[in-house]
């Protein structure tokens, strides 16, 4: 069971100087009225990328016949979850992955040395990612999605995207720069839903773990 009393917000905060993959555009908060100024309401406009901070990858963002985000089934929102430690990696290979316990039909996050790269805002292309080999490994499981605690599950030298091709073909949605520098790997409750807008191949999501009563969380600061 899931501990819901004791929900962990493992997105990154949406804001101007926010840690971005290069080439994408900040995101612009512009406050159109406020109170505070004389206006009877206050009303603002963002401008965001559709993959800027913690966001899923529908199939859509890397094959033409991919399901979009609003195509996806709900279970891929919200479902159980376990956090693996796959820290003191530069990769992850098909060896890391095929000694661990995994159940069928769950989120299967990835908590890796990344996690420390999220308190930065400069992009770094030293991150861990996964092989495409571990990915498929993985994919046997039927999973509800792949999530990683960086930009992408492939090396910031990737043209091709192998494993995140990998994923989009099985029909999984991946999400990506999930902050897990609070979580104990274990067993949890995952939620990540985007707004449902039509067409997109991504969108941010508010992602949150929450615990399952076995499982122990650091409340405090990352």
């Given at each position: 069971?899931?501990d819901l009393?004791?929900?962990?917000?493992?997105?990154?905060?949406?804001?101007?100087?926010?840690?971005?993959?290069?080439?994408?555009?900040?995101?612009v908060?512009?406050?159109l009225?406020?109170?505070?100024?004389?206006?009877?309401?206050t009303?603002?406009?963002?401008?965001?990328?559709?993959?800027?901070?913690?966001?899923?990858?529908?199939p859509?963002?890397?094959?033409?016949?991919?399901?979009t985000?609003?195509?996806?089934?709900?279970?891929?929102?919200?479902?159980?979850?376990?956090?693996?430690?796959?820290?003191?990696?530069?990769?992850?290979?098909?060896?890391?992955?095929?000694?661990?316990?995994?159940a069928?039909g769950?989120?299967?996050?990835?908590?890796?040395?990344?996690?420390?790269?999220?308190?930065?805002?400069?992009?770094?292309d030293?991150?861990?990612?996964?092989?495409?080999?571990?990915?498929?490994?993985?994919l046997?499981?039927?999973p509800?999605?792949?999530?990683?605690?960086?930009?992408?599950?492939?090396?910031?030298?990737?043209?091709?995207?192998?494993?995140?091709?990998?994923?989009a073909?099985?029909?999984?949605?991946?999400?990506?720069?999930?902050?897990l520098?609070?979580?104990?790997?274990?067993?949890?409750?995952?939620?990540?839903?985007?707004?449902?807008?039509?067409?997109?191949?991504?969108?941010?999501?508010?992602?949150?773990?929450?615990?399952?009563?076995a499982?122990?969380?650091?409340?405090?600061?990352?």
């Amino acid at each position: 069971m899931a501990d819901l009393t004791r929900l962990v917000d493992v997105s990154l905060p949406i804001r101007g100087n926010m840690l971005l993959h290069p080439g994408d555009p900040a995101p612009v908060l512009r406050q159109l009225s406020s109170v505070e100024r004389g206006d009877p309401l206050t009303l603002s406009e963002l401008t965001i990328g559709c993959h800027v901070g913690t966001h899923i990858d529908a199939p859509a963002h890397f094959i033409a016949d991919g399901s979009t985000v609003d195509q996806l089934d709900g279970k891929h929102f919200a479902g159980p979850a376990v956090v693996l430690d796959l820290t003191g990696r530069k990769e992850i290979t098909r060896g890391d992955v095929e000694t661990l316990s995994l159940a069928t039909g769950q989120h299967i996050l990835l908590k890796t040395d990344n996690s420390f790269l999220l308190g930065s805002n400069e992009f770094a292309d030293t991150y861990c990612y996964l092989t495409c080999e571990a990915a498929e490994f993985l994919l046997g499981f039927d999973p509800l999605s792949i999530g990683i605690d960086y930009y992408s599950l492939d090396p910031p030298s990737a043209t091709e995207f192998a494993a995140h091709l990998a994923v989009a073909r099985h029909g999984k949605p991946a999400y990506v720069c999930l902050d897990l520098r609070r979580i104990t790997p274990g067993n949890y409750f995952f939620f990540g839903f985007p707004l449902n807008i039509l067409g997109v191949e991504g969108f941010p999501v508010r992602a949150i773990l929450a615990p399952s009563t076995a499982e122990s969380v650091d409340m405090g600061e990352p």
